[in-house]
T-cell receptor
Framework: DAKTTQPPSMDCAEGRAANLPCNHSTISGNEYVYWYRQIHSQGPQYIIHGLKNNETNEMASLIITEDRKSSTLILPHATLRDTAVYYCIVRVEGGFQKLVFGTGTRLLVSP | DTEVTQTPKHLVMGMTNKKSLKCEQHMGHRAMYWYKQKAKKPPELMFVYSYEKLSINESVPSRFSPECPNSSLLNLHLHALQPEDSALYLC?????????????FGPGTRLTVT
């Protein structure tokens, strides 16, 4: 699986958009980008995933660059409850390999 | 029902005790997972069950013994644990192994070994 690089921490003001970057320059053609988050003292939560097209759901949007070497998770109107560690994971869909969480980005949303 | 439940929420046990963690889901998922998470670290996979059969054991010590009695239930039996085994134990499920990248996690059991 491709390795990912994320900033260790980011801050965001409540109500503003939070843009969380992820670099995955060694991604291969059949690898997807997945995002999870973990709010303090809770289990991780699946957010969104994509292959090459931009994706949007009720939680967030995922923007993947045309060369697929990086992506950005966008929380359009961050709330205090979005304070969490956000994990970007790159891997093939299915198969018999384990899901590996990196160190993630700790997002702090402040009033 | 889109929830994974875990009991107990907290557990304190001595090194000679035997205890069990329980995980349950009623989403019809056929793959279930145990993870261990130490403080300020990401979750690490321990075991994977697919269609009630153990398919991955990440070289976990035998003092941790998983069991999958049916497709909705996953247990983790604990015996003769060490203080360094203190951690948050997370259970997760996915529709099947092909959809394993979309996992639903429970809230975890916070285990303290004294």
């Amino acid at each position: 699986d491709a390795k990912t690089t994320q900033p260790p921490s980011m801050d965001c003001a409540e109500g503003r958009a939070a843009n969380l970057p992820c670099n995955h320059s060694t991604i291969s053609g059949n690898e997807y980008v997945y995002w999870y988050r973990q709010i303090h003292s809770q289990g991780p939560q699946y957010i969104i995933h994509g292959l090459k097209n931009n994706e949007t759901n009720e939680m967030a949007s995922l923007i993947i660059t045309e060369d697929r070497k990086s992506s950005t998770l966008i929380l359009p109107h961050a709330t205090l409850r979005d304070t969490a560690v956000y994990y970007c994971i790159v891997r093939v869909e299915g198969g018999f390999q384990k899901l590996v969480f990196g160190t993630g980005t700790r997002l702090l949303v402040s009033p | 029902d889109t929830e994974v439940t875990q009991t107990p929420k907290h557990l304190v046990m001595g090194m000679t005790n035997k205890k069990s963690l329980k995980c349950e889901q009623h989403m019809g998922h056929r793959a279930m997972y145990w993870y261990k998470q130490k403080a300020k670290k990401p979750p690490e996979l321990m075991f994977v069950y697919s269609y009630e059969k153990l398919s991955i054991n990440e070289s976990v010590p035998s003092r941790f013994s998983p069991e999958c009695p049916n497709s909705s239930l996953l247990n983790l039996h604990l015996h003769a644990l060490q203080p360094e085994d203190s951690a948050l134990y997370l259970c997760a499920s996915s529709l099947n192994r092909d959809r394993e990248n979309e996992q639903y996690f429970g809230p975890g059991t916070r285990l303290t070994v004294t």
